[in-house]
């Protein structure tokens, strides 16, 4: 069994950084459009709510397989030159950030309309008090959530390796050496090891921040 | 946007009986998620049980066998049965399985996603029943002894039904994540809704229409969207409901996708 992981130690390698860089990049993109999107979710204009429903509601209940297919295949057919990692993290990050967006919507909820009104009623302005007085302890609620939005995505992270992108991530990569070597066995654990070594990580890291930044009463 | 709405590129759907074989595809999607979810819901319960149980070494093994199915992907879990199961075990499959059955599930790849989406499901829906049952009060359980209740007394009327109502808006969530994984085992060569679209826009199928790749897979996104929306919805009202005769607030289940559906504000 170890024998495989030994010879084939290059391919392993490169597959979990392949895996941990479409997490990290995808992440990146799920708070942000994520944000954006909690913010037009509870935003006072009634079109930019909608809009925000709209999108949570379509990217919430969608296939990953399919947004892929779509970004990938779909837009290429349609003429736009769009590579394989664009495509998967930008659906990996999209899907995840309708996810967040709720996320942080009921974050955004239990920091107490009191506190809003009371900014408000200090002079500060929408955007502002936003910024300054409700995301910050929204994001402390929703480290919990975020961590099993993250550990959701380290799973989702291997479609994109199967589908027809076919980024070379853990998955990938073990197909390969069990073709290679017919130990489906052996590779496939060793995969199984190096997903459950990121997902654990994720749980400990957010384990972590959430006893940090936990609020003290 | 405009190759986008334009009438020639959604006159596919209209073409043929490509509609009618697309949303036959989508119901084997729907069946599949059908039947693991009934498994997955026996298995599930039996599981959390194993985890509750007051022999240490038998919780200690389900909760490690849970925590493991619950954090590896679940596309890992079903690759690996479809290309590692003994030949032996596909043909049994395809020889038990009834004649009646839908036609996609004659094939000895289907055990593979069967035995996957089960295996992870399982796992997922025996953490959200764990959490339900120790969501009450440990009175419950301490008044069913004093009553003079056995443990399984004790479960049977007392605990459960109880515990497992309060999971009902987490599994009907859980569900909804289930039909978009139901896509995944197009990956095995089961002919269901992505292989169907994959067959629409390969040329020489139809050839006096080409069915672009764009439209066909928004179209079956659409499919997805609206069931798994109507879903959601049923999630949320029976939340609500049951926020209304318990009163409580549901504990929070880690490493689910859909943690909004659980635990809205």
Avoid: H
Wanted: proline fraction near 4%; glycine fraction near 8%; aromatic fraction near 12%.
């Amino acid at each position: 069994m170890i024998d495989v992981l030994t010879e084939y130690w290059p391919e392993f390698r490169s597959g979990f950084w392949v895996t941990c860089r479409l997490v990290a990049f995808s992440f990146v993109v799920a708070i942000a459009v994520g944000t954006l999107v909690a913010a037009f979710r509870i935003a006072p204009n009634k079109w930019l709510q909608r809009l925000g429903g709209l999108y949570v509601e379509v990217f919430r209940n969608i296939p990953l397989l399919v947004l892929l297919f779509i970004s990938f295949a779909g837009l290429r057919r349609a003429g736009v030159d769009i590579g394989p990692w664009t495509a998967g993290i930008a659906s990996l990050g999209l899907y995840t950030a309708a996810y967040v967006a709720e996320a942080l919507r009921s974050g955004v909820f239990s920091v107490g309309k009191g506190q809003i009104e009371a900014s408000l009623s200090l002079g500060f302005g929408y955007p502002e008090t936003l910024r300054r007085i409700v995301l910050p302890q929204a994001f402390r609620t929703v480290i919990p959530p975020l961590a099993s939005l993250t550990i959701a995505m380290i799973k989702n992270s291997a479609i994109i390796g199967v589908s027809l992108l076919a980024l070379p991530d853990i998955l990938k990569q073990a197909r390969v050496v069990s073709a290679r070597t017919f130990e489906t066995d052996a590779s496939f654990f060793w995969a199984a090891v190096g997903y459950l070594i990121l997902t654990g990580a994720a749980t400990v890291i957010f384990k972590i921040l959430e006893k940090r930044f936990a609020i003290v009463r | 946007m405009n190759y986008l709405f334009s009438p020639d590129n959604w006159e596919w759907l209209w073409t043929g009986n490509n509609f009618r074989f697309i949303l036959e595809g989508f119901l084997i999607n729907l069946e599949i998620a059908f039947v693991s979810i009934i498994f997955a819901l026996i298995v599930g319960l039996g599981l959390a049980l194993l985890r509750l149980s007051t022999i240490k070494p038998v919780s200690w093994v389900a909760g490690a066998w849970v925590d493991i199915f619950r954090n590896l992907p679940l596309i890992f879990l079903i690759l690996y049965f479809a290309l590692g199961l003994p030949s032996s075990w596909k043909k049994a499959w395809e020889d038990a399985v009834p004649t009646w059955a839908p036609e996609a599930f004659q094939s000895g790849l289907v055990l593979g996603a069967f035995l996957g989406l089960i295996l992870y499901n399982s796992a997922v829906l025996a953490e959200i029943m764990r959490a339900g049952i120790l969501s009450l009060p440990k009175g419950q359980g301490e008044a069913a002894s004093a009553l003079g209740m056995t443990r399984v007394q004790a479960l049977r009327y007392v605990i459960l039904p109880q515990g497992l109502r309060r999971m009902v808006p987490a599994t009907v969530s859980q569900l909804i994540t289930l039909n978009k994984d139901t896509t995944l085992v197009s990956i095995i060569a089961i002919t269901e809704v992505m292989r169907r679209g994959r067959i629409v826009t390969s040329s020489g199928f139809f050839q006096e229409v080409t069915a672009p790749i764009l439209q066909v897979f928004i179209f079956i996104g659409l499919l997805f969207v609206i069931v798994n929306y109507s879903l959601s919805r049923l999630s949320r009202r029976l939340e609500i409901r049951e926020r209304k005769i318990t009163g409580t607030k549901l504990k929070r289940v880690g490493g689910l996708e859909d943690q909004v559906a659980i635990d809205p504000t």
